[in-house]
Structures are given as C-alpha cells and as structure tokens.
C-alpha cells in the first residue's frame, strides 16, 4: 500500500474536522493553514469527500466545511480506500484491486503479501477519527505544555 499525497491530505482533513467537532463548520481557509495543504488542493478533496458522504459544505458568510458522519462511525482505512484505492502491497492480492498473475500458482510471496494486507486492514480499519482525533488533543497538548516549561 502506498498512500498518496492527495490520501495524505484527506486523512489530515478528516482528523482536523474531527478535532473541531461533528458540528462545527470550518473554512477551508483555517483546515489549509493548520494542515498545511494547498487550498485548491484542498478543495479538490473535500469535492470528493463531500461525494461520498463523509463531509458536508455550508455556503454562505458562515460557511465552510464540517463532518456528516460522527469521527466514530469514519475509519482510516475507508478515506485510504476512497482516495488511493486498495491497500495491498501488490494488485495480485487485492481484494478489489485484483489482477490475474499467471505466476500465481507457484508464487512463494504470495502468502506472505495477504498476510500484510490482512494485518494492514485490521489496523487501518479498527483507527476510527474519534480515537485519533483524542490522541491529537493530548498530543498537542502535551506540546504545548512542553514549551512552556
């Protein structure tokens, strides 16, 4: 598996909503500035984000972007999946991605590459928002503690 920058950056958009709040509306000005990507970058994700449901876009002198779904019920694995695609390590053993390989039969990689897109999937498909978005908080908080000493 090999996460894009533009999975990269949806990842990082989702946990910043997560952080603000299901309910909060955030322009795409503040998640640019605190995450560091590119507006119109930005606003090509949250295109496809918007798409699949995971996000809603408020228009208006109020406006901006908040979470449609609670940071619960979102995992890392379905953002990844969504932009970049499957998660293997090769296509051969992809579960949605698969392609026939006439080596397959005698292949000896073969077990060892689904056992690390089995392993790879249980953990980005058990990392749910709310659970890295509380992570964060302490992070930065710690942080700012630390500098303050």
Known sequence: MKISFKGDYALKIILDLAMAGC???TTIKE???RQDIPERFLEQIITVLKGAGYVRTVRGKRGGVSLAVEPSRITVGEIIRLI????SPIACVSKTGRVHCNFEARCVFKDMFEEIRNRTN???????FDKLAEKAHHINNKNILDFSI
């Not at 970049?84 to 998660?87: A, E």
Request: hydrophobic share 30%; no cysteine; proline share 0%.
């Open 31 to 33: 998640i640019s500035r």
């Open 23 to 25: 309910g909060s509306v």
């Open 122 to 128: 249980e953990i980005i498909d058990t990392a749910t």
């Open 84 to 87: 970049d695609g499957y998660t």
